[in-house]
């Protein structure tokens, strides 16, 4: 399974960006798609998921960031409004994909850099 990430960038304090993220190889099917996120120095912290349209997001970006997910494109999206200084990280998508034996593998794509300078 590949997950590709695209929509980082440059944006200034107060601005907005979107991700995405899309799922391609061989499953059945993906349970959770998420999005994490590591800082400059930091450990890679939870953004947000979402499962069977449940979603689950970090306090600090509760009210800012929305993640919504196309189950049939395998796709999941991460709108991001009113960013801070210190939403800046590189972006990694995450996924559980169903395979072979109906197990579950998880899935990391490569990440894609979010910058929120002025």
């Known amino acids: 399974v590949q997950l590709q990430a695209s929509g980082g960038g440059l944006v200034q304090p107060g601005g907005f960006l979107k991700l995405s993220c899309a799922a391609s190889g061989r499953f059945f099917s993906i349970n959770e798609m998420g999005w994490f996120r590591q800082g400059p120095g930091n450990k890679r912290e939870l953004v947000a998921t979402i499962t069977n349209g449940v979603t689950n997001y970090a306090d600090s970006v509760k009210g800012r960031f929305t993640i919504s997910r196309d189950n049939a494109a395998n796709t999941v999206d991460l709108q991001m409004n009113s960013l801070k200084l210190e939403d800046t990280a590189v972006y990694y998508c995450?996924?559980?994909?169903?395979?072979?034996?109906?197990?579950?593998?998880?899935?990391w794509g490569q990440g894609t850099l979010v910058t929120v300078s002025s």
């Open positions: 995450r996924a559980d994909a169903i395979q072979r034996f109906q197990r579950s593998y998880r899935y």
